[in-house]
């Protein structure tokens, strides 16, 4: 598996991605995809797919992420559920994780079995259950407001980072 830059003017591979975009999040979550269109044109903003070693057009994932100086912020992270529990989801982290900087990622609250499996998942890979106090603002205006977890690779966040990443988070993604 090998990740590439998400071609979001192909009509085909925007349906392929957005299958297993829909499939992994709940609607509070993610963007619509105009919304999702707009964030393709800053240059901080990195949305990568999955796709298979032999077949270029072949995705088996998503990896959207903003690459910011002091920080990475992976933002969406899904692989096909057709493919899930086959090592893919940890390989491309592990080649993602040699980025230089701290990797932020948000997951749910720790009230569901799921919840639970995922952040073991990330702490497998290195990184740092951060229990703060955290809600994200819905990516959509008429998206709720969400309770969420912070998880950091390199080191826990400290609060001038956590400022700094709201800051950042505040004014790039949210519309």
């Known amino acids: 598996m090998k990740f590439r830059l998400f071609n979001i003017d192909d009509m085909e591979e925007i349906e392929k991605v957005w299958n297993i975009y829909e499939e992994s999040f709940p609607q509070y979550e993610r ?3 105009e919304t999702q269109k707009r964030r393709h044109d800053s240059p901080y903003f990195k949305p990568m797919v999955i796709v298979d070693d032999e077949n270029d057009k072949k995705v088996n994932g998503l990896f959207f992420y903003w690459d910011f100086e002091e920080f990475i912020f992976l933002e969406h992270f899904a692989i096909n559920p057709k493919l899930r529990g086959n090592g893919i989801g940890s390989r491309i982290l592990k080649k993602f994780c040699k980025k230089e900087r701290m990797i932020i990622l948000e997951i749910d609250p720790l009230d569901t079995d799921i919840a639970i499996r995922r952040k073991s998942f990330y702490e497998k890979l290195g990184f740092h ?4 106090e955290y809600s994200h603002p819905g990516y959509e205006k008429d998206y709720p407001e969400h309770e969420l977890k ?26």
């Open 31 to 33: 963007r619509r995809i």
């Open 129 to 132: 259950y951060n229990d703060i």
């Open 150 to 175: 912070i998880m950091t690779l390199g080191k826990r966040i400290d609060d001038k980072t956590f400022n700094n990443f709201l800051q950042l988070r505040d004014k790039y993604t949210i519309d």
